[in-house]
């Protein structure tokens, strides 16, 4: 029987997370649950949650909760993610969601909780160079724009910058990330699950890392004890 795997990834805005993750849930055939783009497909779709959202977001603020959990608590308990495992991208995103998570799977149920670090002078460049795919979520810089024309090289969606990559709105989602999300690097390594990587450097190279450290966990290897930093 293939064994379930069950990861987090933590960072600040612009330190990569989506990225990484897509990657991770292709290594691993895993899902990526990415809460952010549940959110803004809801929010584009005008369903209840996306009404309730959508000013929330675009002031860069938390959207409460509850929204939140129930919303991962139905992704994470079907299909694929519940067969072969999820990579968790955006959540949890303060103490008490890592704690409604621990109490929707069982007891040490995550396999490895991974802590993208970079610096903040750099997630603020990647940030203003950011540009996404309005339906799939995936991620493009103007550095690195799709093949034709800002058409998404996955699904054929207009890539576009994200309405909440204003100034104000990042200031104050980096801001939540320490107040809020900061915290978590405690809670996980208190629980023994947090591995800290570097997030600098070319995509593919930081994949690797991610990926060896999470190998070394799943083979038995290294559990992660203390931070780890590669
Ligand atoms: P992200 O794509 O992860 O940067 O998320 C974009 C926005 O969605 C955030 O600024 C929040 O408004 C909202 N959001 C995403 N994930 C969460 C979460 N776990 N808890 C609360 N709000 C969230």
Redesign the pocket.
Known sequence: MTKVVRLVVLGK?GAG??TQCIRLSRHYVIEHI???????AAVKIGTEVGRE?AE??????????D???RL?KERTSTGIAHERGFVL??????VH?AEMLNNMLLPDALDAVINLRVPTNLVLKRIASRRVCADC?ATYSTLRPPTLNWTCDNCGGEVVQ?E?DTEA?IQ??LD?YELETKPLIAFYRHHRKLIEISGVGQEEAVSNRVIAAIDDVLSGVNKPTHSQTS
């Open positions: 805005q997370k989506g990415a809460t952010g783009d549940m959110l803004r959202a929330y977001m675009e002031k860069g603020e938390l959207i409460p909760d929204i939140v959990i991962v991208d955006g959540f949890p995103r303060n969601q979520g994200r909440d709105a104050r989602r939540l």
